[in-house]
């Protein structure tokens, strides 16, 4: 499985980006997608996770209400709509995959993760 992200920048704080993931390969192993992200000095963190096959979604609370998870299975890609950007929000994006498992949060359930893409919020 390999994974693309894509749709990083840099934006003003209030503003919106969408992130997006390409997933190619064994894409038949990727029953739960999700987007983690990493700011210097921090752990990676789960954002928001999206079942391939139910489209059940979860987020943390940090971003609920302001992102959106999305995955076009006709496509193979996944995407992160994050509006309402807030300086906090910088960080290094990931996109994730693996199977479906009561613990989106844990970092050791997925197999497969993309390079990351880099979002940066001003003030």
């Known amino acids: 499985v390999h994974l693309v992200e894509s749709g990083g920048g840099l934006v003003q704080a209030g503003g919106s980006l969408r992130l997006s993931c390409e997933v190619s390969g064994r894409t038949f192993t990727c029953y739960l997608m999700s987007w983690f992200r990493q700011a210097p000095g921090k752990q990676r963190d789960l954002v928001a996770a999206?079942?391939?096959?139910?489209?059940?979604?979860h987020y943390s609370d940090s971003v609920k209400g302001r992102f959106t998870i999305a995955r076009d299975v006709a496509k193979n890609m996944v995407y992160l709509q994050m509006d309402n950007l807030k300086p906090e929000d910088t960080a290094l994006y990931y996109c994730?995959?693996?199977?479906?498992?009561?613990?989106?949060?844990?970092?050791?359930?997925?197999?497969?993760w993309g390079q990351g893409t880099q979002v940066t919020v001003s003030s």
């Open positions: 994730a995959s693996g199977p479906e498992t009561p613990v989106p949060s844990a970092r050791i359930n997925y197999d497969y």
């Open positions: 999206i079942t391939w096959t139910s489209g059940d979604v």
